[in-house]
């Protein structure tokens, strides 16, 4: 990922081999910072469908723990990262309120893994986004984005967000870009290893 291809600013049209696809989706509770990691790590200018926050939005969306937020995704956001000659990331970042969860399900069609972005103040926010991604059989990870420190132990966000042992828990900071990559780098290399372990023969 640190190539010379992946860094920001690169436009240019990709080549014609590259023709190795991957769909990664960036899911969570309003508010936890999606959009912000996709514009952080995208080699091109991200497609947003961010929209200015209303008062008629208000008794809809709960906005009581991110009262600065003036704007939110309607849509998607998308995002773009190649790895190499041959391959690319395509990154989708889901909406968050509970009003656009239907977009969820077709977001998650063809999508080869996940990340959960969570704040720690709000994991209540989280669980819907794992259990949809439990129940589509998508592979995951989870990643703390830092709103000034959590005040809980690994062990204790676990336990909270229900996670399997073998599911990656990480902290990142999203509006980093280096951060933001080893975030994908960490869902990349869950992946691999779930895809090695898939072709292990059975000893039972």
């Known amino acids: 990922m640190d190539s010379a291809t992946s860094e920001r600013g690169n436009t240019e049209a990709l080549s014609a081999t590259a023709d ?9 509770g309003f508010g936890v910072g999606k959009t912000t990691m996709v514009r952080s790590v995208s080699e091109i200018r991200p497609l947003n469908t961010e929209e200015t926050m209303t008062e008629a939005g208000r008794p809809v969306d709960d906005t009581s723990a991110v009262r600065n937020k003036t704007s939110t995704t309607v ?3 998308f995002g773009r990262i190649t790895i190499d000659e041959r391959t690319v990331l395509y990154l989708f970042g889901a909406p968050g309120q509970e009003r656009f969860w239907f977009l969820w399900d077709r977001l998650f069609a063809g999508t080869l893994g996940a990340v959960v972005l969570v704040d720690t103040r709000r994991l209540a926010d989280s669980w819907y986004a794992i259990d949809r991604l439990e129940h589509h059989g998508t592979p995951f990870i989870v990643a ?16 909270a967000l229900d996670l399997h042992p ?14 933001s990559k080893y ?15 898939a072709r292990e023969p059975s000893t039972s």
Do not use: M, W, Y
């Not at 190795?20 to 969570?28: A, D, E």
């Not at 703390?144 to 336990?159: K, M, V, Y």
């Not at 869902?187 to 372990?197: G, W």
């Open 144 to 159: 703390c984005n830092d709103f000034g420190g959590s005040i809980h132990t690994p062990e204790q966000l676990r336990a």
């Open 75 to 77: 849509a998607f956001d």
């Open 183 to 197: 975030v994908l780098i960490a869902l990349l290399q869950h992946l691999h290893a779930l895809s090695a372990a």
């Open 20 to 28: 190795n696809g991957l769909k990664i989706v960036i899911v969570g």
């Open 166 to 179: 073998d599911v990656p828990l990480i902290d990142c900071d999203a509006r980093d870009r280096t951060s």
